[in-house]
């Protein structure tokens, strides 16, 4: 009789930690993902006076709060919309750079046309990534 118990018991264990080799590696909460400063006018190089200010140094966003998930994370971009069209998105992506924590680089000398650019992430980790809808918004003047 307690052998039988001791041999159940030793089924279910080892269908117990068989189940356990689904779960997935970490995780990524993204509902409440923003940064505390959602839009950055940028004034181009081209409206700039070269004597009044340096123009190699990038205009630079903040990271992406509110977003929780397993280290490491990495971002990348998935998408520009513009209010000028696909072409002008297009452009405006060689000028752009997304690196840790979300933070965008936009090139000092970036020559798009003028208007509004919305930014779409990709953030992902081991096992879990998502979209980061129209988090972001350029204008260009």
């Excluded at 840790?100 to 953030?123: F, H, I, N, Q």
């Amino acid at each position: 009789m307690i052998r039988g118990l001791l041999y159940f018991v030793m089924l279910f264990m080892a269908l117990a930690f068989m189940r356990c080799s689904d779960v997935a590696v970490g995780f990524l909460f993204t509902d409440d993902a923003s940064y505390t400063q959602d839009t950055l006018r940028i004034t181009r190089f081209s409206n700039l006076d070269e004597e009044d200010i340096d123009v190699t140094i990038p205009w630079v966003t903040s990271q992406v709060e509110q977003l929780l998930g397993t280290e490491p994370l990495t971002y990348s971009l998935a998408g520009v919309k513009s209010s000028n069209g696909q072409e002008a998105a297009e452009d405006f992506t060689k000028y752009l750079t997304v690196i840790g924590g979300g933070r965008m680089y936009v090139d000092a000398k970036v020559d798009s046309p003028e208007g509004c650019y919305t930014v779409s992430l990709k953030v992902e980790n081991e096992g879990h990534s998502a979209i980061l809808t129209d988090i972001f918004t350029f204008v260009l003047e």
